[in-house]
């Protein structure tokens, strides 16, 4: 399984991005997809996931600032991220497991700078 993100970029204090990952295989195929990060120096962490069926989970930082989604016509998940911080800067990693299948899969990652 191929993820392909898009999205990333260099955003001030406050602004907003949005994140799309777009999987080679079917979203409704997918048992889980989710977000992670990484920033300089720092241990890759969960930002947020949702598991077909429809249970979301968020990592307390981004709570109430950012949304995963899905679109199964777009065949994309995405990640929108509002209010912005500099602590969220990091390269963002699409990461999926599909169904009946133990595999990991994680995309090539995009860059996200928040400027104070």
């Known amino acids: 399984v191929q993820l392909v993100e898009s999205g990333g970029g260099l955003v001030q204090v406050g602004g907003s991005l949005r994140l799309s990952c777009k999987p080679s295989r079917s979203i409704p195929s997918m048992r889980l997809l989710a977000w992670y990060r990484q920033a300089p120096g720092e241990q890759r962490e969960l930002v947020a996931e949702?598991?077909?069926?429809?249970?979301?989970t968020y990592a307390d930082s981004v709570k109430d600032r950012f949304t995963i989604s899905k679109d199964n016509v777009a065949n994309a998940v995405y990640l929108q991220m509002n209010s912005l911080k500099p602590e969220d800067t990091a390269v963002y990693y699409c990461?999926?497991?599909?169904?009946?299948?133990?595999?990991?899969?994680w995309g090539q990652g995009t860059q996200v700078t928040v400027s104070s």
């Open positions: 949702r598991i077909n069926g429809g249970r979301i």
């Open positions: 990461y999926g497991q599909p169904l009946g299948d133990r595999a990991e899969y």
